[in-house]
């Protein structure tokens, strides 16, 4: 990982996401360790997905209007 010893983390942690369902297709589990994390790419698609979502809330909204 990018992270310096010391560093803080700032962000999701991979076993909260791993409790909802959704969050948790972007979750892997390391053979080697056992370990959780993000996929990053998945991760990503998912933001992407939901940013899309709530554009078309938003869009619906203003339509109201």
């Known amino acids: 990982l990018d992270q310096q010893p010391g ?10 996401m791993a409790r909802d ?9 390391s053979p080697e360790t056992g370990l959780l994390s993000i996929d990053k ?3 990503l698609r ?3 997905g939901g940013l899309s ?12 209007r």
């Open 53 to 64: 979502s709530l554009q078309r809330q938003v869009d619906r909204l203003e339509a109201r």
């Open 21 to 29: 369902p959704v969050a948790s297709t972007a979750i892997v589990r």
């Open 7 to 16: 560093e803080k983390n700032v962000g999701p942690m991979a076993n909260e």
């Open 46 to 48: 998912l933001t992407m």
């Open 41 to 43: 790419g998945k991760a």
